[in-house]
Every structure is written in structure tokens, then in C-alpha cells.
């Protein structure tokens, strides 16, 4: 492993941390909750999906990742996923580019508990391998 | 008469000319330039502060109440979420602790922190002028500062009631009042001691210090939070979500 490598995955884990921080409410000691709350999402559950990306929003106060799924019918349903800022994930690495329309991924997420097809992006798989953490628990 | 104009030109002017020279500090240029260096951006540092979170603020009966009735709200769902998720900025003392850096610009008699998040800003008046008598309600306050040695203290009061004193059931009234200390611990570290007290609130002052790592790289980022806030919580608290995109198959 060279020594960029061992920065990269440092600095990983680092945003892992805050991620989970900022997910529990923990980073700032209780004084101030970031943008919204998670009651609508399900943090006990990992949910795993497999799709194409129709579109990446760069946008504040959130990304949006939008996928279609094929569902077992032939039918596609598409998901949106909520994931940090613009301002958050650009300075860990992403860019605008990170989803290009047509890329074939995995990815997982927090459902929502209403059951529509949406959910806070945990990490995703890309076309090459490579794995992608926005929020969360990261990898392992 | 004329003697006595030139008398009073005297008595106003010489005083004035005599701080221009001997200067309160970061009112020239000059010295600003003995001041500690601010530049690139900070952001608040993982767990918040050199001493975890600190304790918590010790409420007055109603307020401890209030605090007890949000939470027990929350507790059975009736309150999901704050309007923060509507992009309503979070105002003071909530602003400084975002998850987004802050800059912090020195200029002769002012000190200005642009704050990435929902795009604020605070003006620190340092020029020697005091609070106004009767201020503005507003969401950051109104602040004037001055240096002791290398500390930045900074003085805030004028906040409005809409904001939130920690988690937003734990509100504060309009007597707030916030000084906060600005250090330099490390070359690359600043922390920032807080200190709240508000007479209907508190039943004693808050204290809580955070810090902050330096980021010389980076540079503020635009966050215009209704840019496609797909995020809402409707009046009575409760939490929504938007999932409406073009071409919906």
C-alpha cells in the first residue's frame, strides 16, 4: 500500500465517522442538529439496490441519486436516494460526475419506512468496482 | 466665540487622533497585522469539542418544562422534525456548530465570519462601538468584540426567540446573551469557549468550548438550501419527504 493510499483510507475513515457522528446527532454534543431529522428513514435497516442512474442532482441541501430498478415483472420503479451536500462531498473526493446516467450500480441505503421507493444513500458500488461511501457506516 | 470652537475642535479631536495613533487593536491595518492568522477555512472538528460535549445547560423550571413537553412530543412522534428541514437557518449559537467551515476575516474595526451553511454571515463590530439600546430581534445577533492579547472576545445580544438554545425544544428568551472566546491553540486549531446566560432561561451561565482544524485548501462553497430541498416539516412538526423527479416511469 503507498503512501496516498494510506491518506485516502484515513481521510475514509474519518468521513465514516462523521457520518455516523452526524447521523446520530452526536457531532455536536446535543447543541445542533444538521439539516433535518432521520425520523422518516429506517437506520436499522440496510436495504440493498441494483440499478441504472437516470440522473445525479449536485444539488444542496442534498445529492440525489435517481435509479431506476427492474423490478422481477419487467416493470421499473424508480428510486430516489438522499445523500450529503455538494459542499460536504466535494471536498471528500466526489464530484458531479461521480453517477454518470446509464452507470449500472449497487447501492446501499436507509429505507424509507413509508415503503416509497426512497431512502438515505449509504454507499454504492460504481460500473468498475470501486466503491463510493456518502454517508453512514462505510465500508466494512 | 472663534476661541471657543477651536476649543471644542480640540477637545473632540485630540482624543480621537491619540487612539488613531496608539490604535485599538485590529482598528488599522497595521494592527491587524499583529493579530493572529485567521486565513483558509475552519471547520468544526470531530465530537465537537476539546472536552466533549460539555455539560448540559441547567434550564429554569418553565423552560425545563417546555424542554420535558418537546421531548416526551418527540418521543411519541408527534414531532418529527425542526424547521430547519423548511432551510430555516438555525441562528445563534446553532450557526457556528453546522457541519459546514466557517472564514473568518480580520478588516479594520470589523471581524466578519462567513458561514457556509444556509449561507450566513456575522458582523463582529470591533471599532469600540457598543450594542444598541433597544436591538433588532434578529437570528445571529448583534455583536461587537475586542482583543485581549490574542483572544478575540466577542459579545452578543438582540437574538429573536425563534431559534433554539440547543436541540430545538430547548429554547432561550430574548435576554440571551453569548460571549464567545477566540483562540488559536494550535497553529491549526481554534477554539472557540462559549459562554450563554439568559435570566428567564438559565439558572446559571453555559459554558461549552468547541474546536475547529484549518483547512487552508479549501474555499466556501455556495449553499442555497431551497435549491432542491426535497426535505419539509409542516407546521406541527411532522416530517416529510418529496419524491417527485421528471419522467417518473
Redesign the interface.
Known sequence: MNASSTVTKGRMR?FA??AV??AAGL???????????F??FDMQTDKVIEGEI??F?W????T?T?I?VTNADG????W?L?GM????L??RGWSKNTFKPGDKVKAVIWP?KSG???GTLQRATLPDGTEVVNFGRGPG | MQVYRWLLVAIVALPLAAQAQSGREGDTWESLAKLPELGGLWEITFGGGPRGPGEPPSLTPPYAARLKSYQEAEARGDIQDTPAANCVPNGMPGIMTQPYPIEILLTPGKVTILIEAYSQWRQIFTDGREHPEDPDLTFNGHSIGHWEGDTLVVDSVGFTTDTALGSFGMRHSDQMRIVERFRLAAPDRLEIETTITDAEALTKPWTATRAYGRHRDWTLAEYVCQQNNRNFTTDDGKAGINLEHEGQP
Open positions: 474519518e465517522c462523521w457522528a452526524l457531532l455536536l454534543g446535543g447543541v445542533a442538529a444538521a439539516h433535518h431529522s425520523s422518516v437516470v440522473e442532482q444539488t444542496n441541501p442534498h440525489w435517481w431506476d416493470s421499473k420503479t424508480r430516489g438522499e451536500s455538494p459542499n460536504f466535494g471536498r424509507l416509497e421507493p426512497g
